[in-house]
């Protein structure tokens, strides 16, 4: 492979015609925060020293539980930034040393937040009393997701290739929290460790079990959906493995669940008024302009499988007690655009759509496409919301 940090003219050339961004610093990135390998062997180290001493995580000072955690953050984000820059360069063998801007942007999210997790990872290594726990809101989240649509083929490989390594050292950290064995009032913290384990590795395998030779947009949907369900997971698992004192108050991730085929466009089981507040579904089912304008939606819709998750996610949301739908003074009860989603409000903060909403903010899924809106919008619209006789088809 040519060398990404000096590219040929004709590199150059063919990256400005493609409008990639120069890599450099992305893979002056890559290159410092090869120290996330050493943190990570050091903690593997760690891990095994405790085991030979017959010692738990729970009998650790902090900062043994605080290096875990910290090397395992940085080792993640690494092999994520890696493993996309690299099935960049694969797939474009002509621009090696330039990336997408979408790439651009997600690689050096993940390379960026690197140092700070090795700099935590030393420091927990020189000071007993280090508490990584004590210093930030734990466990962390991975930085968002760059959307775009369609996501690059590139992207899901790079997504796939990242899975092995870190089931891998995973398997490994939930294995070692048992291995010197578990107090018997921690036993329902680990187990539900091991489940939230075990719910990453069946959202990774179902991913690719459904890998075909043949390319089709809603399975690959399904596929990326199901992948980064799985890294996201993870991600929390390896901090509290390494910290289980953590799970006393972990709050889950509660992925949105996986849309059935059968539940898109085309699908045996598909409702186009999925989206629909259920308060006012009549009148939209009665009126011809509104039954025309849901069917253009989702001929407009360039991924009902991303529609139908947001919705899934809400709903989820809505069930747990975070959102609860609510009414305008005037009673209205939902968008006032086409698809009609109900309103809602915030009762506790919550992530949907990959953004934060926070306690009492409104909202409503967006879902549009159409004259005078441009491209085709899926996702949170945030209110406060007035009541208006306004529709919008």
Same mark, same amino acid.
């Given at each position: 492979m =040519? @060398?990404?940090m000096r590219?040929?003219?004709?590199?150059k050339m063919?990256?400005?015609?493609?409008? !990639?961004r %120069?890599?450099?610093?992305?893979?002056?990135?890559r290159g410092?925060?090869?120290?996330?390998?050493? !943190? &990570?062997? +050091?903690?593997?180290?760690?891990?095994?020293?405790?085991a030979?001493d017959?010692?738990?995580l729970w009998?650790?000072?902090?900062?043994?539980?605080?290096?875990?955690?910290?090397?395992?953050?940085?080792? &993640?984000?690494?092999?994520?930034? +890696?493993?996309?820059?690299?099935?960049?360069?694969?797939?474009?063998?002509?621009?090696v040393?330039y990336v997408?801007?979408?790439?651009? %942007?997600?690689?050096s999210?993940?390379?960026?937040?690197? +140092?700070?997790w090795?700099?935590?990872?030393?420091?927990?290594? /020189?000071? *007993? %009393?280090?508490?990584?726990?004590?210093?930030?809101?734990?466990?962390?989240?991975?930085p968002?997701?760059a959307?775009? !649509?369609?996501?690059p083929p590139?992207?899901?490989?790079?997504?796939?290739?990242s /899975?092995? =390594?870190?089931?891998?050292?995973?398997?490994? #950290?939930?294995?070692?929290?048992?291995?010197?064995?578990?107090?018997?009032e921690?036993?329902a913290?680990?187990?539900?460790?091991?489940q939230?384990?075990?719910?990453?590795?069946?959202? #990774? @395998?179902?991913? /690719?079990?459904?890998?075909?030779?043949?390319?089709?947009?809603?399975?690959?949907?399904?596929?990326?959906?199901?992948?980064?369900?799985?890294? !996201?997971?993870?991600?929390?698992?390896?901090q509290? #493995?390494?910290? *289980?004192?953590?799970?006393?108050?972990?709050?889950?991730l509660?992925?949105?669940?996986?849309?059935?085929?059968?539940?898109?466009?085309?699908g045996?089981?598909?409702?186009?008024w999925?989206?629909t507040?259920?308060?006012?579904?009549?009148?939209?089912r009665?009126?011809?302009?509104?039954?025309?304008?849901?069917?253009?939606l989702?001929?407009? @819709? *360039?991924?009902?499988?991303a529609?139908?998750a947001?919705?899934a996610?809400? @709903?989820a949301?809505?069930r #747990?007690? %975070?959102?609860?739908?609510?009414?305008?003074?005037?009673?209205?009860?939902?968008?006032?655009e086409?698809?009609?989603? *109900?309103?809602y409000?915030?009762?506790?903060?919550v992530?949907?759509?990959?953004?934060?909403?926070?306690?009492?903010?409104?909202?409503?899924?967006?879902?549009?496409?159409?004259?005078?809106?441009?491209?085709?919008?899926?996702?949170?619209? /945030?209110?406060?919301?007035?009541?208006?006789?306004?529709v919008?088809?």
């Open positions: =040519p @060398d990404p590219p040929s003219l004709m590199t063919r990256a400005s015609l493609a409008k !990639e %120069d890599a450099m610093v992305l893979e002056a990135l410092a925060g090869k120290a996330a390998y050493d !943190e &990570m062997m +050091e903690a593997d180290r760690v891990r095994e020293q405790l030979a017959g010692e738990t009998d650790a000072p902090p900062a043994t539980g605080s290096l875990l955690l910290a090397a395992w953050n940085a080792y &993640m984000l690494q092999t994520l930034g +890696e493993q996309f820059l690299d099935a960049d360069y694969a797939a474009r063998p002509g621009t040393g997408p801007a979408v790439t651009f %942007d997600q690689v999210a993940w390379l960026s937040a690197v +140092e700070g090795v700099s935590r990872a030393r420091q927990a290594r /020189v000071n *007993p %009393d280090y508490d990584i726990a004590a210093e930030l809101s734990l466990p962390a989240g991975l968002d997701w959307e775009v !649509e369609p996501c590139e992207h899901l490989a790079a997504l796939l290739a /899975v092995p =390594p870190l089931r891998q050292h995973i398997d490994v #950290a939930v294995y070692g929290l048992e291995r010197a064995g578990v107090p018997a921690h036993r913290g680990v187990n539900r460790l091991k939230l384990n075990a719910e990453a590795a069946a959202a #990774a @395998d179902y991913a /690719v079990a459904l890998r075909t030779d043949r390319h089709d947009a809603k399975l690959h949907e399904l596929i990326e959906n199901n992948l980064k369900n799985a890294l !996201e997971l993870w991600f929390h698992v390896g509290l #493995a390494a910290m *289980p004192s953590l799970m006393a108050g972990y709050r889950p509660r992925a949105a669940p996986r849309p059935d085929v059968a539940t898109l466009p085309g045996a089981h598909f409702d186009q999925c989206l507040d259920r308060i006012t579904l009549r009148r939209w009665k009126d011809p302009q509104a039954r025309a304008a849901i069917a253009q989702w001929r407009d @819709d *360039p991924d009902p499988a529609t139908v947001l919705k996610e809400i @709903d949301a809505a #747990a007690g %975070d959102v609860v739908t609510f009414r305008t003074g005037d009673g209205s009860s939902c968008y006032y086409c698809p009609w989603s *109900p309103l409000e915030v009762r506790r903060p992530r949907l759509g990959g953004r934060q909403l926070r306690v009492l903010q409104q909202f409503a899924l967006q879902a549009a496409a159409g004259p005078g809106v441009g491209a085709f919008r899926r996702g949170i619209v /945030v209110g406060p919301f007035e009541a208006t006789n306004e919008e088809y």
